[in-house]
Nanobody, 120 residues
Framework: QGQLVESGGGLVQPGGSLRLTCAAS????????MSWYCQAPGKERELVAW????????RYADSVKGRFTISRDNAKNTVYLQMNNLRPEDTAVYYC?????????????WGQGTQVTVSL
């Protein structure tokens, strides 16, 4: 059974930076598309960024373009989200997500989430 564990969240001032890390285990990481989602209080979970299996293609929500960078290290089974120039509206729980085809067919996994708070 696959597992995703996020880390790196915390409290940061506006304009600051954080790097989120998602460590994967229990599935063939380099065969899965990886994504980061966020969910603010009272709002639906929404896609922030995703990256293809080789890292060759990346896509971002309009609200984070130019500020956030998604990357992955298939040798370490890890995906990252570098968050720069953070804004109060980036405050949310950030979730790591994996989607692909494993031994049982289509599989997807979610992490438990890590809180990011941007405030003075």
């Amino acid at each position: 059974q696959g597992q995703l564990v996020e880390s790196g969240g915390g409290l940061v001032q506006p304009g600051g930076s954080l790097r989120l890390t998602c460590a994967a285990s229990g599935f063939t990481f380099d065969s899965f598309v990886m994504s980061w989602y966020c969910q603010a209080p009272g709002k639906e979970r929404e896609l922030v960024a995703w990256i293809t299996v080789t890292g060759g293609v990346k896509r971002y929500a309009d609200s984070v373009k130019g500020r956030f960078t998604i990357s992955r290290d298939n040798a370490k089974n890890t995906v990252y989200l570098q968050m720069n120039n953070l804004r109060p509206e980036d405050t949310a729980v950030y979730y790591c997500h994996a989607e692909g085809y494993g031994t049982t067919g289509r599989e997807e996994y979610w992490g438990q989430g890590t809180q990011v708070t941007v405030s003075l």
